[in-house]
């Protein structure tokens, strides 16, 4: 019997499966995040090391995907095998961007459009010809339009401003602050500007602009119309660099539509792109890894 590992590496968290020649999965694994750019080469191999051991396979591994956001240069890909192989890891390993996975996991072909938006957020597609384009993914400081973190930052941004007298009211301020546990203002901005802390914690805040906008709340619900709006735009430029004559599946995943479950239908009514069928994954995007390294093996 051969043993597949897939894995979905994460800003926030990390989601491994084992799985048999089949398909079949037999184990999965969670841990944190495990992103190069946000937690470093060190931090990323010991959430690697986790997960593996907790997988416990029972015979050698033969294929192993990993799906990452960044890591579509050369460098980044040769360090993470490099990285896996210190683990034991010594037979075919695929490395890919983490929304590809996503794709195979909602389209089994993997041909399509993504739009994942978990800490960060990016479109990526894939037409019948094999070619691939992508929109976003340059992280919290150049992108991530749409995303968890860009939905946390902008509510105590937001929020901040309506305690100044600079912007509309609303809630967004009095809930962060009541969620945190923190005394405002000056416990929230000591929290946000704190740099030993992962900016996982602003992601977390999105589902904050959830129920606030569920309560009426005009801030939240322009944050939310905002942030689809930036996703579907992202999937209609992958949509111009790709030919698709036909129809194609269009998935929806990450961590910002969990948090934010509105997300989905406001993301819908902005496409404007008549040949997608849209998806709301619903499945760990892990399961495209195991598909992809599943295709090692043949």
């Known amino acids: 019997m051969h ?3 897939g894995i979905d590496s994460g800003g926030t968290k990390t989601v491994g499966l084992l799985a048999d020649e089949t398909g079949q999965v037999l184990a999965k694994a969670r841990g944190g995040g495990a992103n190069l750019v946000i937690h470093g080469e060190l931090s990323v191999e010991k959430v690697l090391y986790q997960i593996i051991e907790d997988l416990e396979s029972p015979g050698p591994v033969d294929a192993i995907c990993l799906g990452m956001a960044g890591v579509d240069r050369p460098e980044e890909k040769k360090l993470i095998q490099g990285l896996l192989r210190r683990l034991g890891l010594r037979k075919d390993i695929r490395i890919v961007n983490d929304a590809l996975i996503a794709l195979v996991a909602g389209a089994e072909e993997g041909v399509g459009i993504v739009v994942s938006a978990g800490t960060g957020s990016i479109a990526y597609g894939v037409d019948p010809s094999g070619e691939t384009a992508r929109s976003g993914g340059w992280g919290y400081l150049l992108g991530d339009e749409g995303s968890a973190f860009w939905l946390g930052h902008a509510a105590v941004r937001q929020g ?18 009541q969620k945190l546990d923190l005394d405002v203002p000056d416990g929230l901005v000591k929290w946000f ?55 194609y599946p269009l998935v929806l995943a990450g961590g910002a539509f969990r948090a934010c479950p509105s997300l989905f239908e406001r993301v819908e009514s902005n496409l404007d792109l008549p040949k997608a069928e849209v998806i709301r994954l619903e499945k760990e995007p892990a399961t495209g890894a195991v598909t992809l390294a599943l295709e090692l093996l043949s």
């Not at 901040?160 to 602050?177: H, K, N, Q, Y």
């Not at 322009?222 to 129809?247: I, P």
């Open 3 to 5: 043993y597949v590992v």
């Open 193 to 247: 500007y704190d740099q030993e802390r992962s900016r996982d914690r602003v992601a977390k805040l999105a589902s904050v602009v959830e129920e606030a906008a569920e309560d009426g709340d005009v801030a939240a619900n322009s944050l939310l119309d905002q942030a689809a709006q930036h996703l579907a735009r992202a999937a209609r430029a992958v949509d111009r660099k790709l030919t698709f004559t036909d129809g």
């Open 160 to 177: 901040v401003r309506a305690v100044d007298g600079r912007g509309p009211a609303t809630t967004l301020f009095d809930r962060i602050s």
